[in-house]
């Protein structure tokens, strides 16, 4: 026989309401306690409920699925992105579908194609590539798309960002009050606006200092394969750099590990910051000096945009730029005194 609402409500004593809410990842908006989510859940386990999706999306003409597109799943800054909007988009009882876009802007459109052929009621994507185009006809005939962590230039498309000019503006300034002049920044791709936005903060930092021609951008990625590659060709440079600005943690992992092999200490022969935000970087020798950006409200944000658009059946106008902090450690020491030692 099969299972359904009644049968669970009768074993329970739970209202059909409440347990429909419970079983639709609702629970948590609605104020159930946990104790009665637990009874209902344990009770449509014991049972083998199955709720009819698929009836269900053609009564409300809502899949209750989001799409999830990032660039590199494999990038633990991105993974830890993909984490907070998942766990955030259960609590309005949506089930997310997550693709990589492995940084490739032909992909990313397949992708968003596949979505909306899967009847999915909006999308968050950090975007790649640099024609937005394909995003905002599909966010303004199909169904809602907000864009997290990067955005496009002259967008119609609603997104929460870093600011990333001032996270790169900080970072450099850091370095030139400890002064270095000789400051290479090794970056990601060039066409993510968070790799541009850095390198336009580094830039400025350096021209209002008068050295604007002592700087050294280099790199193509957002991975430790850069970090490493780009860090060795700077130190067998004649004149290597005497500090470096990783545009990402995973640059600066690669870098570490370069100047280690080239038997240099940091900060000692060679200081170091790098962008984003790790526990684990609390735990190197020296610990990192780096900017920090808000990921856990960049990613409740951009399901709240989401939600709020799916929701009432409108297009969201909002782009929400956050304030990036300086965390400061040990990887980075004044050039006089580096000198010495």
């Known amino acids: 026989m099969k299972t359904t609402l009644d049968t669970i409500s009768k074993n329970t004593g739970f209202s ?9 990842n609702k629970a948590y908006a609605s104020r159930i306690s946990k ?28 899949s209750q699925m989001i799409g999830l597109l990032i660039p590199s799943l494999s990038n633990p800054y991105f993974a830890e992105i993909a984490s907070v909007i998942i766990s ?23 992708s ?18 640099n024609n937005p185009t394909y995003l905002e006809q599909t966010n303004s005939q199909f169904v809602p798309i907000v864009l997290v962590d990067r955005c496009y230039e002259n967008t119609t498309l609603p997104y929460v960002v870093t600011n990333n000019y001032r996270g790169g503006y900080m970072a450099t300034s850091l370095l030139v009050r400890n002064a270095h002049k000789d400051i290479a920044c090794i970056s990601g791709p060039p066409t993510a ?39 060795k060709l700077l130190l067998n440079n004649e004149k290597r750099p005497t500090a470096i600005f990783a545009l990402s ?10 100047i280690r092999e080239a038997r240099l200490r940091i900060p000692d022969d060679i200081s170091l910051i790098s962008f984003d935000n790790y526990m684990y970087l609390d735990f190197l020798e020296p610990a990192v000096t780096r900017i920090g950006q808000p990921v856990g409200e960049m990613g409740k944000m951009a399901v709240k945009l989401l939600n709020e658009s799916i929701s009432n059946h409108r297009e969201i106008k909002s782009q929400i730029e956050l304030s990036p902090e ?13 000198a010495r030692k």
């Open 112 to 129: 968003i194609a596949t979505l909306l052929s899967r009847k999915v009621d909006g999308i968050i994507t950090v975007p790649c590539g």
């Open 35 to 62: 104790e009665t989510i637990e009874t209902i859940v344990n009770e449509a386990r014991r049972c083998g409920y199955t709720p009819n999706i698929v009836a269900k999306s053609l009564r409300t003409d809502k």
């Open 88 to 110: 955030e988009s259960q609590k309005f009882g949506y089930t997310t579908i997550v693709a990589d876009s492995m940084e490739n802007e032909n992909i990313q459109n397949a």
């Open 193 to 231: 606006t968070t790799n541009k936005k850095r390198i336009e903060g580094y830039v400025s930092v350096l021209r209002e200092n008068g050295l604007e021609d002592r700087a050294i951008i280099t790199g193509n990625e957002f991975s430790v394969q850069n970090g490493y590659l780009e860090t």
């Open 16 to 24: 059909k309401s409440t347990i429909s809410r419970v079983l639709n």
């Open 249 to 258: 943690n995973n640059i600066g992992m690669g870098a570490i590990k370069a």
């Open 326 to 338: 300086l965390i400061t450690r040990e990887s980075v020491a004044p050039l006089i005194e580096a």
